[in-house]
Every structure is written in C-alpha cells, then in structure tokens.
C-alpha cells in the first residue's frame, strides 16, 4: 500500500546541495522517532494515510535560524534545534515567496506570546491529531481565524491544535493577509490559496509531507537537517 511513496523516497534529493542558516518560515517535517508517541503515529498514518510515507510524524515552522514553534504534549513550544531538538530528523522546506514564509513565522510568534501571556492556552489537539489520519477534505471557509483563536485565548479560553494544524494555519493566515503584500508579490499567490485549500485540521502530517515533496513550484525540498547540520 505504501510502496509508491516509499520508492520515490529512494530517489529523492534536494536539487541543490544544501547549505546555510535555516529561514525563518520554513517547514520542518520530522522522521519518526522509537519514542510511543512517535510509534504510535507512525501506526495510526499507516493504517489511515494511504499511499502516504507514514515515517514522517511532526511538523514544525521555524522562527529563526535555530528555534521551531511546535505542538506537542505540553501544547505550544518554543524549541531549540541545537539543544532541545538536536536528536531529531527534520525535512526542511522552503517557499520563494518570503513574504509569506516571513508572515507565517510572524503568525508563529504572535501565537507564543499570547500562549505564554494570556489566560488562555494553546493545547495540544490529540483528537484533532487522530481525525487528520482521515484525509478530509474540508475547504477553507473561515477568514478570521487568528482574531477568533486570539479571542478565545485573551477571554480565558483554550485553543487545540497538533502540529501540522499549526504549520498550515501560520501560512493560512499570512495569505489572508496577502492583501497587505506589494502587488507584484501578490499577484501570484493565487496558486499557494489553492495548495493549502484545506481546513489546517485536514492535514496530518505525512500529508503535509506528501504535498510539500509534489509542490515544487511553491515549495522547495532543501533538505534533511538535524543537530544544527545538514545530512
């Protein structure tokens, strides 16, 4: 069931060597791990993400050259890749369109600083996790959804999300806010709206993974980083 994906692991590389800091914005995607959780995931993925490669269990967007904002247990982190995260495997992607790497990072932050200064949390979404293995296809529908998450947030509520929900709702709400963008920029994002068409909760992430690795025109695969290095 999941030979296709698996065989066209074997032949994918970065099309240019990989070098340099990591960019703000970037979606890092991780392999999995011999930790429950990640078995776990790993499990649920292959069993409900068909044709998918299930190996990869977390995403995450980087805020600069060495943090991740991430869900995980304890709801929103804000870790480091040289000490925290140096184990872990991640896929690094990247989208020439900056602007809106540099508005999805931003949207990152933001939600940090409210998680850590609101009465409200941002939490982690177990069952969101587990309904993603679905593949759903909701459309977006909802265009104010940072300001109803901040509300519910600075209002005593808490907000869930897993981890690849977060990734595709940073970059959902900086094309919102595209309009905001110089026209020359703007004027080729259409094709990005239709790429993330979905709800962000429709996305597990080995979709996630699957649909940045066919993305080429959007988004680029740079490579496998762990430990502050390139692999």
Same mark, same amino acid.
């Given at each position: ?44 993925? /292959? ?14 967007? /980087? ?37 809106? /790497?540099? @508005? ?8 940090? @600083? ?12 177990? /069952? ?104």
């Amino acid at each position: 069931m999941f030979g296709e994906s698996y065989f066209k692991e074997l032949f994918r590389k970065p099309a240019t060597k990989p070098g340099g800091p990591l960019q703000p914005g970037d979606i890092l995607i991780k392999h999995v791990t011999m930790s429950g959780i990640g078995i776990g995931i790993l499990a649920g993925q /292959a069993l409900g993400s068909a044709g998918m490669d299930a190996r990869w269990v977390h995403a995450g967007i /980087a805020t600069s050259h060495d943090m991740i904002a991430e869900m995980d247990g304890h709801g929103l982190q804000h870790n480091c890749l040289a000490t925290t995260d140096r184990e872990f495997k991640y896929r690094v992607f990247r989208t020439a369109h900056r602007n809106v /790497a540099i @508005g999805a990072c931003e949207t990152a932050k933001m939600l940090l @600083g409210f998680h850590a200064n609101a009465k409200g949390r941002l939490t982690y979404s177990l /069952a969101g996790a587990a309904k993603s293995i679905t593949l759903t296809t909701n459309k977006v529908s909802n265009t104010d959804r940072i300001n109803k998450i901040l509300d519910a947030l600075l209002s005593g509520r808490d907000v869930s999300l897993f981890c690849s929900e977060l990734v595709v709702l940073c970059y959902l709400v900086a094309l919102e806010q595209s309009s905001l963008l110089p026209r020359k920029q703007g004027a080729s994002l259409p094709a990005m709206s239709q790429f993330f068409a979905y709800e962000p909760k429709e996305y597990s992430p080995a979709y996630l993974h699957e649909m940045l690795c066919d993305g080429k025109s959007l988004f680029s695969y740079v490579g496998d980083y762990q430990g502050m290095k390139w692999l």
